[in-house]
């Protein structure tokens, strides 16, 4: 199983299958209610390897993302579109479309054992907009 993301709306990162490593889908509710809530929080917490390019011949999209994450919610770019795609023997299996998705949390891990680093990116969709997540699955081949 791989996967693969793609953000856009700002500076366009895509990652395929060699980069992201691992991807859960958070349907989240308030833990102290007695009854269905509304109050739903749709998160995405990915996470993937930082391959460093010492002659700059691959580009490090790693960079975007932790600006991303820099960036102050009073511009238009903090809310991007996110769609992560999960393949299975070349097949996609599952389909998640974030259309303004923005960036609750942005870590990278480094070590100079490994000599390749992990980032974790958990994104949120807009509350206001929780409409337009999609869901796909059972793609046709």
């Known amino acids: 199983m791989g996967f693969r993301l793609n953000i856009t709306g ?3 990162v895509s990652f395929m299958e060699d980069v992201i490593t691992a991807v859960e889908f958070i349907s989240d509710t308030p833990d102290a209610s007695n009854a ?3 109050d739903l929080g ?3 917490k990915i996470v993937g390897r930082i391959n460093f390019s010492l002659g700059a011949e691959i580009d ?4 975007e993302l932790a600006n991303w994450s ?3 919610s009073d511009q238009a770019d903090c809310y991007r579109n996110v769609q992560v795609q999960i393949v299975n023997g070349g097949q996609i299996v599952r ?3 974030y259309p303004n998705a923005f960036v609750m949390n942005y870590t990278e891990d480094l070590n100079d ?3 390749v680093g992990t980032f974790t990116i958990l994104l949120k969709q807009k509350k206001d907009l929780n409409p337009n997540v999609e869901l796909k699955g059972n793609f046709e081949e």
């Open 10 to 12: 700002g500076n366009d």
């Open 36 to 38: 269905r809530s509304t």
């Open 42 to 44: 749709l998160i995405l």
């Open 60 to 63: 490090d999209s790693t960079v």
């Open 70 to 72: 820099l960036m102050p």
């Open 95 to 97: 389909q998640y479309t």
């Open 113 to 115: 054992e490994e000599g």
